[in-house]
């Protein structure tokens, strides 16, 4: 008997625990639920805490409640001047209505896919209307606002709220790419051509005007070198004049031994005739004269 009665006491405990895990469960604070009875939709839980369901003809399903992100495949797109752009884009959304959204999308990947649709559309829509050079340098913060601003009402209908959409990389596509950098290396190599031109043309004109200063400077040079040379001569000249004038034979015995020194030099040995008049001051004649 007591062996039977422990079998009914645990079987009951069983049961108990069974049913109490398929009438109560818990929602958390970074969740949101729904209730499902049948497959169907019946109530919407967005309050964390402990909730209570029918057992067994009821079944829950969790959401998230946090900022949810989608990073989609880079996309091309034409802008207003007919260029080619692609953009690699992030959007962050959050669930806003469960109902809704397992109604519409059922999960986050469904809702992924329908959001990155809205986006794809709005940013085409947005970019047609922006010429290239703008979209990447002052004109990409409000295109991506209006871009979630759009995306958001289109989400509704979905129980979804866009926070925003932010551009990772926004680029021509790859084979433009290549064509604009060999242009921008073509045109930077003419204007570096062109500014190596025009500064040989300024250093040709430096070193000419440089060249034709020290011809210059030299023609000065020399004429001033020549009047001063010729002014010691005149002075040298005139010096020997007056030397001359004072003493003619001394003058002519000085003249005679500097070119004496300038002639002979060391071991020389000359013949010369008694008569010569060139060493006649070398000679007992011409020192007696």
Same mark, same amino acid.
């Given at each position: 008997m007591n062996t039977r009665m422990l079998g009914i006491v645990v079987f009951l405990v069983i049961v108990l625990a069974v049913v109490i895990s398929q009438t109560l469960f818990t929602v958390d604070e970074t969740e949101q639920a729904i209730i499902l009875q049948f497959g169907n939709p019946v109530a919407t839980v967005q309050q964390p805490g402990l909730k209570i369901k029918s057992p067994f003809i009821q079944n829950v399903i969790f959401f998230e409640k946090r900022i949810l992100s989608s990073d989609a495949l880079p996309q091309e797109y034409l802008t207003a001047d007919k260029k080619r752009l692609v953009v690699d884009h992030v959007t962050r959304w959050k669930i806003t209505d469960p109902l &809704?959204?397992?109604? !519409?999308v059922t999960t986050e990947a469904g809702a992924r896919a329908r959001l990155d649709d809205i986006v794809f559309s709005e940013l085409r829509q947005e970019l047609a209307h922006v010429n290239f050079v703008d979209v990447i340098s002052t004109e990409r913060e409000s295109i991506m606002e209006a871009v979630a601003r759009s995306a958001t009402e289109k989400a509704e209908e979905y129980g979804i709220k866009v926070v925003d959409v932010r551009t990772k990389r926004a680029d021509?596509?790859?084979?433009?790419?290549?064509?604009?950098? #060999? +242009?921008? &290396? $073509?045109?930077?190599? %003419?204007?570096? #051509?062109?500014?190596? $031109?025009?500064?040989?043309?300024?250093?040709? &004109? =430096? %070193? !000419?005007? !440089? /060249? +034709? /200063? *020290?011809?210059? &400077?030299r023609a000065q040079g020399y004429e001033e070198a020549q009047r001063i040379r010729g002014e010691g001569e005149a002075e040298a000249i005139q010096i020997y004049a007056e030397a001359l004038g004072q003493d003619p034979e001394f003058y002519a015995? *000085? +003249? +005679? =031994?500097? $070119?004496?020194?300038?002639?002979l030099k060391d071991g020389d040995k000359v013949v010369i005739p008694a008569n010569s008049d060139f060493f006649r001051f070398l000679t007992n004649n011409g020192l007696r004269r």
């Open positions: &809704i959204f397992f109604k !519409a021509l596509p790859e084979e433009v790419e290549q064509s604009v950098f #060999n +242009r921008m &290396i $073509a045109e930077r190599k %003419r204007e570096s #051509n062109l500014f190596r $031109a025009e500064g040989n043309e300024q250093a040709n &004109i =430096i %070193r !000419a005007q !440089a /060249d +034709r /200063d *020290s011809t210059v &400077i015995f *000085s +003249r +005679r =031994i500097q $070119a004496y020194g300038t002639m």
